[in-house]
């Protein structure tokens, strides 16, 4: 990659993340708002460790930064792995990159729109989202690359993280 085009990448990047974030960040604060128990749980948290709610809501937001990066990254590299194990040779990490960073972002932004309008429960919402979310994955990463075969395998990557994701919220 020549360096115009690596800086162009960096700042598309950094121009993905921004919002991926900021939506995480108000979608963790307005769902917490929402629900009395974890309110109640954060209250609590914030009084154990003795410090002030500012300090505590910068401490959640690092938190929260942290916690879905992870989850970003450990997405990305399970579906780049996906596509290799069926001997993908051609490189989609930037279209998986762009279309995990835009689906989960336009997500958030429909649950924060939803959660202003209806009250709706923690695990339908996440499940329901969630399903939504691997919707938008798709159509993104197939809009943007065309390949039938490698968005079938994405579909199935994605879905086994969806049942995954269900399964931990269930248990």
């Known amino acids: 990659m020549s360096q115009l085009k690596t800086k162009k990448w960096n700042w598309s990047i950094l121009a ?8 995480n960040i108000f979608l ?51 579906l780049k792995i996906v596509l290799l194990i069926f001997g993908f040779k051609k490189n989609y990490n930037q279209d998986i990159f762009i279309s995990l960073l835009l689906s989960v972002s336009v997500v958030n932004l429909l649950v924060l729109f939803i959660s202003e309008i209806v009250t709706i429960d923690r695990l339908p919402l996440s499940i329901s989202t969630s399903s939504i979310e691997v919707i938008i994955f798709l159509l993104l990463f197939y809009s943007n690359t065309k390949d039938v075969k490698a968005t079938k395998l994405l579909f199935f990557g994605k879905l086994w993280l969806l049942l995954f994701n269900i399964v931990s919220l269930v248990v």
Request: overall charge negative; glycine content about 2%; charged content about 15%.
């Open 16 to 23: 993905f993340f921004i919002p991926y974030l900021v939506s």
């Open 28 to 78: 963790f604060f307005t769902l917490t708002e929402k629900d009395n128990k974890l309110l109640k749980m954060i209250e609590e948290s914030s009084k154990l460790l003795n410090i002030s709610n500012g300090e505590f809501n910068f401490f959640m937001i690092v938190i929260v930064i942290i916690a879905n990066l992870c989850i970003f990254f450990v997405t990305f590299i399970i």
